[in-house]
């Protein structure tokens, strides 16, 4: 992972806060359709006012999964996508309903569960072992089940097990990750999580990490602008100067500087300029 670099939170808003506005006519609204993991983490907190600021621009977050967030910008209704489910985002690309893709930032998954860990799983190597411990322990289990990033990772982890889960053990919340980290903690289940937003909530959660540093842990964040022709109110402009945002300098350092004053540790690495293979 790439070394944090602790920066003065307080000046660096700072700094940006002051950065001269740009172009865009203030009063327009921006709607950006993304993962609830950048609302739950509290990264959209910092990010929205002073994108807003800069911009003199109106930013709108719609945070769902990352299925739907997606499905929205498809459908004309959103003018720029910040998402983490890579082979999706690149169908969409290669159907010409998104543009030009750009690595954001990157954080990973974590297997969470009770300190008792009655599957016994903690420390194992392989996130996908350790769901067939789950599975054969019959121990609770808690699925966003809502065809997001997180859900599309789980679902491949089972595919790999061989175990089509079900109930009573295996639950599905149908909601995004900070509600599903709540349900796994009033039902002492396993769960799922980006670490980021099991981070940011982790002072409520009884929850303990258990599994971690797994390869196919890794959980990349991508930019996306909206193709104009998904709809007549995609703004092509609007939806550019976010992402072009999101991969200036001075967000990436925001980005790295995020967490490490409350957590000691950065919730997202930024990668921006990166490519897939690089990683």
């Given amino acids: 992972m790439a070394p944090v670099i602790v920066f003065g939170l307080g000046l660096l808003l700072l700094v940006l806060g002051w950065a001269p506005a740009g172009a865009q006519p203030p009063g327009s609204t921006v709607v950006l359709s993304t993962t609830t993991s950048t609302q739950d983490s509290g990264l959209l907190d910092v990010l929205v006012p002073l994108f807003e600021r800069q911009s003199g621009l109106t930013l709108k977050p719609v945070s769902v999964g990352t299925g739907q967030a997606l499905a929205l910008a498809a459908r004309g209704e959103a003018d720029v996508v910040l998402v983490h489910a890579p082979a999706l985002e690149k169908k969409y690309l290669a159907e010409g309903k998104l543009l030009n893709r750009r690595l954001v930032m990157y954080n990973d998954f974590v297997v969470v569960g009770p300190t008792s860990d009655p599957a016994k799983i903690r420390g194992e190597p392989r996130a996908a072992a350790a769901l067939a411990k789950i599975a054969a322990a019959g121990a609770r289990f808690v699925s966003r089940g809502d065809k997001s990033g997180t859900h599309l990772l ?5 595919k790999e ?13 149908g909601q995004g990750m900070g509600a599903t980290l709540g349900i796994a903690d009033d039902r002492r289940a396993y769960t799922l999580t980006d670490r980021a937003t099991y981070l940011a909530l982790s002072r409520r959660l009884a929850l303990t990490t ?16 909206v193709n104009p022709a998904n709809g007549p109110r995609v703004s092509a402009t609007g939806g550019k100067a976010f992402a072009d945002f999101m991969v200036a300098p001075a967000t990436q350092a925001l980005i790295r500087a995020f967490g490490v004053e409350k957590f000691g540790r950065a919730l997202f690495v930024p990668i921006a300029g990166k490519k897939d293979e690089d990683l």
Wanted: charged share 20%; hydrophobic share 45%.
């Fill in 210 to 225: 258990l599994v971690e540093g797994d390869r196919a842990l890794f959980n990349v964040y991508s930019v996306m602008e």
């Fill in 161 to 173: 097990t061989g175990v089509t889960p079900a109930a009573p053990w295996y639950i599905e919340s």
């Fill in 154 to 158: 789980e679902q491949a982890l089972w």
